[in-house]
């Protein structure tokens, strides 16, 4: 699918975090390089949230807040997003504390890819869609 100019930079940030959510889930094929011990997963996991996760969201957040306000579908859909942000954040913040590493980092990677998933498929196309306008005015 075609992505807005302004979009593209995100949609590259989410190929990023869907190869960390195959990476971390519990039938992992190996990859040249990344080790399969749960606290080296732990540790590539902390470096990309850092380094990706945490700006992405903040332009997320941007760009979300932009898009309010004009559709309902749309302003449903990111709501629920804005949701999700919030849970993948509160299980990504337990992953120190957890008690079954693997099984957590199987489930962030789960809610995760299904959240990218949906924002691609789904709200990123409403967005490119139904308010090129208000993207286009954006600087990320």
Known sequence: M???????????EHQRLLFVCRYLKKDAAPYEGFPLEPEAKLAYIVKIF????????????????????????????????????RQISTIYGGLLESKDLVGDMDIIAGELEEHIRREEREVYQWLQDR?????EGLSF
């Open 131 to 135: 308010l090129p306008h208000v993207i």
């Open 50 to 85: 850092k380094e990706v996760m945490v700006p992405h969201l903040q332009k997320e957040d941007y760009l979300f807040e932009a898009c309010t306000g004009h559709d309902p579908e749309i302003d449903k859909a990111i709501r629920e997003l804005q949701t999700q942000h």
């Open 2 to 12: 075609h992505r807005h100019p302004k979009l593209v930079p995100l949609s590259h």
